[in-house]
């Protein structure tokens, strides 16, 4: 098993600004559901929606570190 | 040791290569269409444990794009539950023991080429499903509202409309590429993963790895689905009133 830099590289630096986004998300929807707990059923599939699309960059960069 | 990103292919019919990973679709098929046909057998009144499932899960669904698209919740609600239904059997298909494990001896260096590869860890089948997707969505779309309509969201005289339609045209494009990759990416990455922590302990370990890997499956079938549906309803309503909506 051959040790890519690169790739290594590629991932840390990409995977740093959406995780820091998928974290955001996720504490302002917590912030949303503690001050209003009966909208839980609404805020929670939003929340899972748009934490799907802001891990989709990490994924994005996750592929070119498989690549190199 | 690991796979590729390329499906190995198993045989050739004619010219055509039949790769594991069509084995797998075809596999998925006989599932969906095989339960179909067991559950019209046997619709009751007072329905058994399958029918109960199946018709809640469609009433849910049913619920949700109701909620989200109102009017045109008829036409957009059977691309929805085929999408969802399709990507969440073919993402669960990955971990039945056996998948990715049985295989034939290979010919490059011993490498083992499985019969059965994951669907949607192949870029070929999330392409295409974000191709038709995308190409639904406008087809429905120019069926609603009309070309005159579907034409002045993305051309127009007014130079800022204009700049807003090529951005309009440009996201498109983006659509495909990111429905197809967020796909690819989160399952082909979790291929990855169960291979190597397979690799290192065969036994208690890879247990987390393969509930979440079910998680994994689940959220990325709602995802697709729910974004297909989302960009439909955008799509079926009128330029003017959106900006007002």
Do not use: C
Not at chain 2, 140 to 153: E, F, M, P, T, V
């Amino acid at each position: 098993m051959e040790i890519s830099l690169s790739g290594g590289i590629i991932i840390a630096i990409g995977g740093t600004l959406p995780a820091l986004a998928v974290g955001l998300i996720g504490a302002k929807a917590m912030e949303a559901i503690g001050r209003n707990p009966d909208a839980q059923g609404k805020i929670l599939p939003a929340m899972l929606l748009a934490m799907a699309f802001a891990e989709a960059i990490a994924i994005y960069s996750l592929i070119l570190a498989f690549i190199k | 040791m690991s796979a590729g990103f390329a499906p190995e292919t198993i045989i050739n019919i004619g010219s055509f290569p039949i790769t594991n990973t069509i084995l797998n679709t075809l596999f998925v098929d006989a599932v969906i269409i095989g339960g179909v046909f067991y559950l019209n057998k046997r619709i009751k009144k007072i329905p058994g444990f399958f029918q109960n499932i199946t018709e809640m899960l469609i009433q849910t669904f049913y619920d949700i794009t109701e909620t989200i698209s109102g009017s045109n919740a008829k036409k957009i609600f059977p691309f929805f539950m085929s999408f969802f239904i399709f990507i969440l059997i073919a993402n669960w298909s990955g971990l039945i023991p056996g998948n990715g494990a049985i295989g034939l001896k290979g010919k490059e260096g011993g490498h083992l080429i499985p019969i059965f590869r994951n669907a949607t860890s192949d870029l070929n089948v999330t392409l295409a499903l974000a191709l038709i997707s995308v190409f639904a969505t406008h087809v429905l779309s120019l069926k609603a509202i009309g070309l005159k309509d579907y034409l002045s969201r993305f051309f127009s005289f007014n130079p800022i409309n204009l700049f807003v339609g090529i951005l309009e045209i440009i996201s498109e494009i983006t659509k495909i590429i990111s429905l197809s990759f967020r796909l690819f990416g989160n399952i082909f990455a979790g291929e990855i993963v169960l291979i190597t922590i397979g690799s290192l302990f065969a036994f208690i370990f890879p247990l987390p790895f393969i509930a979440l890997e079910i998680i994994v499956g689940l959220v990325q079938a709602l995802v697709f689905s729910m974004l297909t549906m989302v960009f439909m309803t955008i799509l079926m309503t009128p330029h003017h009133q959106e900006a007002h909506a």
